[in-house]
């Protein structure tokens, strides 16, 4: 087998599929099949007309019209009146969770969805509710961690894309993966799963919370970067890349939790307005897809880093490049 990879977008089971091609050989030179009589030198067409050098081998097919046979093309048939509603449309294939025109929806995995006084898991321990001054900060210590605290063993079939912990506490940490899912999980006492989000029909490739933790946003390769509630569970916006691009990152704007930007395989980076549901500015000076962004200085400015193998700093609102750091020497800008 030559030229095998294998498709990001499993299905639910996790058993995926594969891109392959193949190639064969039928001997050197043809030296197992039979030539064709040369024909005669008189006739120009018909059974004996004459081929000369340029005939072919018995039992080749090259240059005629090949399809499946009546029986083939009868089971193909079968198959796709067995996949096909009354209606018209498709059947959910077996094992994906979700596909392209239905309505988002979530998975609550506790017992229940809020304890005895009446709160969910966006709660905030109280350990991690009070403010840590910088005074505190600076007299704690970091070391390199030595023992592993918990592992979540097949939390996404296929592998996991992205992780974030919310903002502020960080007690949950959001999580997606090659399955099409985005997931929810207590970083605090149980670890448990606590919600899976299902909506979107290829694999997820980044997720964004918004600076109070309340909504995230999803981008996957369906085209498709959705906002959601991480309470309910409940997508509430759809925000849907022309011409069929991969988002590939998504980042809100600190100081307004209504906006945020977009990096895309076309080169572009998009602004949206959650409330107009409309891009409201373009950044369009890189030579290939986006990879990541990140805002700095108060969030005035934000860098963008891409394939083109450069990384571009902007001011937040106004599509002109103010610093271009490259090097033809350096490799891509990974996020």
């Known amino acids: 087998q030559h030229g095998t990879a294998h498709d990001p977008s499993v299905n639910a089971q996790g058993t995926g599929s594969y891109i392959q091609s193949t190639v064969t050989s039928s001997g050197k030179n043809n030296g197992k099949l039979k030539r064709k009589a040369k024909g005669d030198v008189s006739v120009i067409s018909g059974p004996n007309a004459y081929l000369g050098p340029w005939a072919g081998y018995e039992g080749e097919t090259k240059g005629q019209i090949t399809g499946p046979t009546p029986e083939q093309q009868a089971e193909y048939d079968l198959r796709q009146a067995e996949n096909t509603t009354a209606s018209g449309s498709i059947k959910k294939p077996k094992g994906r969770l979700y596909i392209d025109g239905q309505e988002e929806r979530s998975i609550f995995h506790g017992q229940s969805e809020y304890d005895s006084l009446g709160r969910t898991y966006m709660h905030i321990p109280s350990q991690y509710r009070h403010e840590v001054s910088y005074e505190e900060l600076s007299k704690q210590s970091s070391f390199v961690p030595k023992s592993l605290v918990k592992e979540w ?10 992780i974030r912990f919310i903002p502020s506490s960080g007690h949950l940490l959001l999580s997606s993966g090659m399955d099409g899912t985005v997931k929810i999980f207590d970083a605090h006492s149980s670890y448990a799963l606590q919600r899976t989000y299902i909506g979107h029909s ?63 395989s076309d080169k572009k980076i998009v602004q949206w ?10 950044y369009n000076q890189h030579l290939d897809a986006i990879n990541s962004l990140t805002f700095f200085d108060s969030s005035r400015r934000f860098i963008s880093t891409s394939d083109d193998k450069s990384m571009r700093v902007w001011e937040f609102g106004i599509p002109v490049v103010i610093k271009l750091i490259a090097d033809p020497s350096m490799h891509a800008v990974p996020s």
């Open 273 to 282: 307005d959650i409330r107009a549901n409309e891009i409201v500015q373009q």
């Open 153 to 162: 063993k097949s939390a996404h079939p296929g592998g996991v894309s992205a």
């Open 202 to 264: 290829k694999a997820v490739r980044d997720i964004s919370f918004s600076p109070t933790g309340t909504t995230f946003l999803s981008s996957s390769y369906d085209s498709f970067t959705k906002l959601w509630d991480t309470e309910t569970g409940k997508c509430l916006q759809r925000f849907e890349v022309k011409s069929k691009k991969i988002p590939n990152v998504a980042r809100f704007y600190p100081e307004d939790p209504n906006v945020f930007l977009v990096g895309q």
